[in-house]
C-alpha cells in the first residue's frame, strides 16, 4: 500500500523532506501547498510532486482524490483550521507541534478527526529522537527502575523578542510532552518562572516524580543544543546532542558547531503515521497526546502570570 501525502508549509524543511521520501518506500509526496506559488513549486519539484496548490481549499476543490493524508507544517495559529477542514475532507492528518493554539483548539481538531474516521498525529519530535528512545526503552524494560527526576535543558538561538508565554506555547510544549510521556501520566502539579528570553517549568507527578524543563533562547550562533537526564529508582540515563551539536568556549560568548544529525527523528515520524493509517490504528503521539501537553503548558503560563504553582483537581488546573 503507498500513502500519498499533501505537505502544507513547511518551506524551511523541505530539504529534511527531500533527504527523509527515499527512505519511506511506502510513502510518496504528490502535492505541496504554499501561497507563494514559486515556493511551491520548487519545494514541489525537491520531492517529485506533481500538484501545486497556493491554497488547501483549492487542493481539495481541483485535486480531492489525489491524495490519503496531509502534513500540516503552517504557522501555529492556522494549523487548527486547516487541520478540521482536512479531516472533514477525509484526509488523515499529521501536524507538526504544537498541535494547535490552546487545548480547546486542539480538542476541536480531535472531534473532527473522529467523526471522519482519519488519523491525526501531532509531531512532537523529541520523542522520535533516537536517545529518546532508548531512554524509554530502558525505563518500559525496568532497566531504570521507577522514574524519579528528570531534567531537560534546550538551549537556541536569539532570533527575536519572543514574550516567555510564547517560549512555552511553542517550543517548551515539546519538552512537556516528553515528560508526560516518560512518567507514562500527566503532572499533577504545575510551576513556572522565567526572566527574558528564558523559561523553567517545574512539573510534579503523583508518585512523587519530578521534572525540571528549561528553555533558553539566548545562544549566540547555531540553532541549539539539547540534554535529558533522568534518574529513575534502579537507574539513571542521559542523551544530549552533543553528537549533533557541539559548544566552543575559547573566551567571550560561547558558538554552537554544527555537525548535523541529520533527520532520523522525522524519517521515524513519518514511517510510524503511516503505519498508523495502514494499520487503521491510534498513531503514537496522538491528538489526545497534542492536547494534552496543550493543557500543562496553559498551566505553566497561568503560572507565569500568577507567580503561583497549579494543581491538578477533577480534570483540570487549578491556583493553589
Known amino acids: 500500500m503507498m500513502t500519498r501525502l499533501a ?35 520548487h519545494i514541489a519539484v525537491s520531492l517529485d510532486a506533481s ?22 507544517f503552517e504557522s501555529s495559529g492556522s494549523r487548527a ?20 493554539p490552546s487545548a480547546k483548539a486542539a480538542e476541536d481538531i480531535i472531534s473532527a478527526c473522529r467523526s471522519a474516521n482519519v488519523r491525526l498525529m501531532t509531531g512532537h ?8 528512545q532508548e531512554v524509554k526503552v530502558a525505563l518500559t524494560d525496568g532497566k531504570l527502575g521507577e522514574p524519579g527526576l528528570l531534567r531537560i535543558h534546550r538551549w537556541t538561538e536569539s532570533i527575536d523578542q ?26 499533577t502539579e504545575v510551576y513556572a518562572i522565567s526572566r527574558p528570553s528564558y523559561v523553567q517549568v517545574h512539573l510534579g507527578f503523583a508518585d512523587g516524580g519530578m521534572a525540571l524543563i528549561d528553555d533558553a533562547r539566548t545562544l549566540p550562533s547555531g540553532d541549539g543544543y539539547f540534554s535529558l537526564s533522568l534518574i529513575g529508582s534502579t537507574g539513571a540515563a542521559y542523551a544530549d546532542d552533543h553528537h549533533n551539536r557541539n559548544l566552543l568556549f575559547r573566551g567571550g560568548g560561547p558558538n554552537a558547531i554544527e555537525t548535523d544529525q541529520g533527520s532520523i527523528h522525522l524519517t521515524s515520524q ?20 497534542g492536547q494534552t501537553a496543550l493543557q500543562v503548558a496553559e498551566a505553566a503560563v ?6 503561583q504553582a497549579l494543581r491538578m483537581i477533577g480534570g483540570s488546573y487549578e491556583l493553589v
Open 162 to 187: 519572543s514574550s516567555t508565554d510564547d517560549i512555552v506555547m511553542s517550543q517548551t510544549v515539546d519538552g512537556i510532552d516528553l515528560a508526560i510521556w516518560l512518567f507514562d501520566g500527566m503532572p
Open 7 to 41: 505537505l502544507i508549509g513547511g518551506g524551511e524543511n523541505a530539504a529534511s523532506f527531500t533527504t527523509v521520501a527515499p527512505r519511506l518506500p511506502n510513502l510518496v509526496f504528490v502535492a505541496v501547498v504554499d501561497p507563494e506559488p514559486d515556493t511551491a513549486k
Open 81 to 100: 483550521s486547516l487541520a478540521i477542514r482536512s479531516a472533514e475532507a477525509g484526509k488523515h492528518v499529521l501536524v507538526a507541534s504544537p498541535l494547535a
Open 302 to 307: 497561568a503560572s507565569l502570570e500568577s507567580r
Open 125 to 132: 519530535s523529541l520523542r522520535f529522537m533516537p536517545s529518546q
Open 51 to 72: 500538484i501545486t496548490a497556493n491554497s488547501l481549499d483549492g487542493l481539495l476543490d481541483q485535486h480531492l482524490d489525489a491524495f490519503d493524508a496531509v502534513l500540516i
Open 270 to 289: 513519518l514511517q510510524e503515521f503511516v503505519a498508523a493509517i495502514e494499520e487503521q490504528r491510534e498513531p503514537a503521539a496522538n491528538g489526545v497526546d
